[in-house]
């Protein structure tokens, strides 16, 4: 069974910085991409950044040059360093998992149960 399981996030003032990190186990094929989601309250959940196996990067407009995402394929691990947070990111972050299903190209995905990043003052 596969476990997705996210650390780090809690609180922080305007212009601090967060490290989320993500675990994925339990999966028999390989992972395509990983990243994170976030979804604020009232709202639907967004992108932040992904990560494919191969390090293609993308990311949403609102976190270009502040967040950075990166990936260890060996240990199945993904790691969002956020920087220069703004009020505007507090939402609960997600920690998302493409991975192949061994039939043909099909892929799953997976996700973790949250973490809250609040900014405020």
């Known amino acids: 069974q596969v476990q997705v399981v996210e650390s780090g996030g809690g609180e922080v003032q305007p212009g601090g910085a967060l490290r989320l990190s993500c675990a994925v186990s339990g999966n028999r094929f390989s992972i395509y991409a990983m990243g994170w989601y976030r979804q604020a309250p009232g709202k639907q959940r967004d992108l932040v950044a992904t990560?494919?196996?191969?390090?293609?990067?993308t990311y949403a407009d609102s976190v270009k040059g502040r967040f950075a995402v990166t990936r260890d394929n060996a240990k199945n691990t993904v790691t969002l360093e956020m920087n220069s947070l703004k009020p505007e990111d507090t939402a609960v972050y997600f920690c998302h998992a493409n991975i192949y299903t061994g039939v043909l190209t099909f892929r799953a995905d997976f996700w973790g149960q949250g973490t809250q990043v609040t900014v405020s003052s």
């Open positions: 990560i494919t196996s191969a390090g293609k990067t």
